[in-house]
């Protein structure tokens, strides 16, 4: 409710971001379902049907990361016409991360003193029109949701040192919950940001700044602990959830040091947002918002008059994403979106770059050509982003797809189904799908409609069944325990991993049946 309430008195100031609110949607909302379900994405949405069809859901620290995404999705599948998981669509759950995305936007109006009118406009088309922000708001994992708790934690932590309230050390304190219900990696964006703070107070404290009181911050622990409380208990219903909560960080920090197939150099994420070329594909580079962050943060450094305070939020957001940065790269094990958050750090601080030029600018016809420039190079990352969720939503040769299933995968899936509706069981079918180490998904997301599909690490007792799914490795095994007679054929889940469709031989022919009877009518 106090966020409604300071929105309302912060109207006028919406009223600049509602271009790039446009911009934003209209850059998220079209095609969502067009682009596989990613492996990361199938999980979570496996993860949320259970949670919807029979609250069924216990935190579990192996590769699932926090419950957060998982409530906050469950409105968007209430109010829709899906009764069940089996009947939702992509639809109802990549809208979730595209609201957190767009709400990113609609944060900056809490920070609008310490980076302007300009700076706020700038920061809201570049959020909009970011290739990586755009792509990344239309897949269902935690990152968005994580980006966005994070910034809200710096907005409403912006808002109490500006004028101490129990208000804004509350809402704080809600976020940073949030943050820890979302995902591991908040520790590194805590250390970030408490890095940022002591740095800020130690080399740029000033007289005027505001004193902070004991009571609140311990109100905010306590609201942020509550809140962890409340998601990682799954309401109060699984008491263990906050221990494995804790002892999910020494998994994570024992495989960002284990060696991995997704080690990566130091430099991976700089080079990712700043130069991709690969042939066939337009050269991705976010270098136009690097190069205003870096007009936005550096003069911060030399500008310290006490009641500047946009250099010191500047330089706060600057300390902040550079130790944000420092971290991600030093960390061996790399995911294109864990960029997201140094990311989004970069556009706020371009935001404030491309103010300055505004500000420095001392004619309208200079203030003309900035503001033309600044448009071409937002059209430009638009133009990118169009591109990412459009012709490149599942190619590889776009740097933001990452072990992204293939279309192939979906037609498996779509020939499974096709041979349910002529089989006597029809959705009944039996379907044995076999991949070792789980290697299977996206497969249970494309056929959670049909009702009996069993998954194994390796072939069972009994291997026959109408349709079989295995992996090429297991072939030769397979073809041993097999009784019965199968059509075969090959089919791709994602790069490197090929499975073999089985299908029983009467079933084959009852479908080549129908579907040459299908295309005499």
């Given at each position: 409710m106090s966020i409604l309430v300071s929105l309302l008195h912060r109207l006028p100031a919406l009223a600049w971001l509602l271009p790039a609110i446009v911009l934003g949607l209209a850059l998220r909302l079209p095609t969502l379902e067009s682009r596989p379900m990613h492996n990361?994405?199938?999980?979570?949405?496996?993860?949320?049907?259970?949670l919807f069809d029979r609250n069924d859901y216990a935190y579990d620290p192996h590769e699932f990361h926090g419950p957060s995404l998982y409530y906050f999705t469950l409105p968007a599948l209430w109010f829709s016409s899906a009764k069940s998981y089996a009947a939702s669509s992509e639809w109802h759950y990549r809208i979730v991360p595209i609201v957190f995305g767009i709400a990113l936007i609609l944060l900056l109006l809490f920070i609008k003193d310490g980076i302007g009118i300009s700076g706020l406009v700038s920061a809201g088309v570049l959020t909009a029109a970011s290739p990586a922000m755009v792509f990344y708001s239309r897949y269902y994992i935690q990152e968005i949701p994580l980006v966005f708790f994070s910034f809200a934690v710096i907005a409403c932590g912006w808002r109490y040192l500006n004028r101490p309230s129990f208000r804004w050390a509350l809402m704080t304190g809600l976020f940073a919950g949030l943050m820890y219900a979302t995902k591991e990696t908040c520790a590194i964006v805590f250390f970030s940001m408490a890095i940022a703070l002591v740095t800020?107070?130690?080399?740029?404290?000033?007289?005027?700044?505001?004193?902070?009181?004991?009571?609140?911050v311990v109100a905010a622990c306590c609201v942020a602990a509550?809140?962890?409380?409340?998601?990682?208990?799954?309401?109060?219903?699984?008491?263990?959830?906050?221990?494995?909560?804790?002892?999910?960080?020494?998994?994570?920090?024992?495989?960002?040091?284990?060696?991995?197939?997704?080690?990566?150099?130091?430099?991976?994420?700089?080079?990712l947002i700043t130069w991709m070329q690969t042939a066939g594909a337009p050269?991705?580079?976010?270098?136009?918002?690097?190069?205003?962050?870096?007009?936005?943060?550096?003069?911060?450094?030399?500008?310290?008059?006490?009641?500047?305070?946009?250099?010191?939020?500047?330089?706060?957001?600057?300390?902040?994403?550079?130790?944000?940065?420092?971290?991600?790269?030093?960390?061996?094990?790399?995911?294109?979106?864990?960029?997201?958050?140094?990311?989004?750090?970069?556009?706020?601080?371009?935001?404030?770059?491309?103010?300055?030029?505004?500000?420095?600018?001392?004619?309208?016809?200079?203030?003309?050509?900035?503001?033309?420039?600044?448009?071409?190079?937002?059209?430009?990352?638009?133009?990118?982003?169009?591109?990412?969720s459009g012709r490149f939503n599942s190619d590889a040769r776009n740097p933001y797809?990452?072990?992204?299933?293939?279309?192939?995968?979906?037609?498996?899936?779509?020939?499974?189904?096709?041979?349910?509706?002529?089989?006597?069981?029809?959705?009944?079918?039996?379907?044995?799908?076999?991949?070792?180490?789980?290697?299977?998904?996206?497969?249970p997301w494309y056929l959670r409609r049909l009702e009996r599909v069993g998954f194994w690490d390796s072939p069972p007792a009994q291997v026959d069944a109408p349709v079989i799914v295995a992996s090429t490795e297991s072939a030769a095994e397979l073809a041993l325990e097999m009784k019965g007679t199968y059509q075969k054929n090959q089919y791709g889940l994602r790069p490197g991993v090929r499975v073999w469709l089985y299908v029983d031989e009467s079933l084959w022919k009852s479908f080549l049946a129908e579907r040459q009877t299908g295309n005499r009518k």
């Open positions: 990361d994405e199938a999980v979570q949405a496996a993860k949320t049907g259970a800020n107070h130690c080399f740029f404290s000033t007289s005027n700044e505001a004193k902070v009181s004991t009571r609140h509550l809140i962890a409380l409340i998601f990682y208990t799954s309401f109060f219903t699984h008491a263990r959830g906050p221990l494995d909560s804790v002892l999910a960080f020494e998994r994570y920090l024992t495989r960002s040091g284990a060696p991995s197939k997704h080690d990566k150099p130091a430099w991976y994420y700089l080079k050269i991705w580079t976010e270098a136009f918002i690097i190069a205003l962050a870096g007009i936005g943060a550096v003069p911060a450094f030399f500008r310290r008059q006490a009641t500047d305070s946009r250099n010191t939020f500047a330089r706060f957001m600057s300390i902040y994403t550079l130790c944000l940065i420092a971290v991600y790269s030093l960390i061996s094990y790399k995911t294109p979106w864990c960029a997201l958050g140094f990311l989004h750090g970069l556009i706020v601080l371009a935001g404030i770059g491309a103010a300055r030029v505004w500000d420095a600018a001392p004619h309208w016809s200079m203030k003309l050509v900035a503001t033309l420039v600044f448009t071409a190079g937002a059209a430009h990352l638009g133009w990118q982003a169009y591109q990412a797809v990452y072990a992204h299933a293939s279309t192939d995968a979906v037609r498996l899936c779509k020939r499974i189904e096709d041979l349910a509706a002529v089989h006597p069981d029809g959705l009944r079918m039996n379907v044995k799908v076999m991949v070792p180490h789980a290697d299977y998904w996206p497969l």
